[in-house]
């Protein structure tokens, strides 16, 4: 009788989970894995998913060196945000980039960068290019020239999504809260938070939402 209740628990586990990790896929256009599924969990009962706590600029500490965008050069974003899904991944799952505006972005990322190869140049005046050390995806993303390896991460400083056309990056405080404000962008979920006391998550990395038209992409 033990035997069969510890069955009968474990089949309707197994369902539970499954539902939870459709709901939680539902709306990408990829296929995370289980253990993304869980941190995801753990994400959403730490309050770090909310659209209150992405949105918050409060521990940005500011500098006395000013950031590099405009705020009359930034026009406020003309709908409202995109729905997310806040996690691991970290995606959006509406207004996300046509085709063509995805092929202008990455010939963009091709036209400032030369190829990272080992992640050393002796031309500090172009960015490098390769593939994401941290979207699992294996987005291409830039590199700062010549970074330390032991930061975070390894010198990447952005990444573009190729399946909804939004950008993660590291950006200068003013700027985040520029972007955020007028509803460009959000900050990552796990932003500000020490990861087994290994590795540190920059406040400002934020997420930059799909340009959906060539307007909106410059």
Known sequence: ?????????LIISIILIQRSYNKYASGLREAPNYL??????????????????????????????????NDKDVPIR???????????????????????????????IESISIPRYGGETTNDQFLLRGKSMI????????????????????????????NDGSFHMI????????LINKQWAERFPLAGINLFNRINVPNTYILVYAPRNPGERK
């Open 171 to 178: 950006v200068h405080p003013s700027d985040a809260i520029l």
């Open 78 to 108: 003309n709908q409202s945000r995109p729905k997310m899904l806040r996690g691991l991944p970290h995606r959006q799952l509406t207004q996300q980039a046509p085709d063509d505006i995805m092929d202008e972005m990455h010939k963009y």
């Open 135 to 162: 979207e699992y995806t294996g987005a291409d993303a830039l590199f700062l020239p010549n970074a330390d390896q032991k930061s975070f991460p390894k010198g990447e400083i952005a990444h573009l999504h190729s």
């Open 36 to 69: 993304l599924w869980f941190i995801t969990r753990i994400i959403n009962f730490q309050g770090w998913s909310s659209e209150d706590y992405c949105l918050s600029t409060a521990d940005f500490k500011l500098t006395n060196q000013s950031g590099y965008l």
């Open 1 to 9: 009788m033990f035997l069969y209740m510890i069955i009968a628990l």
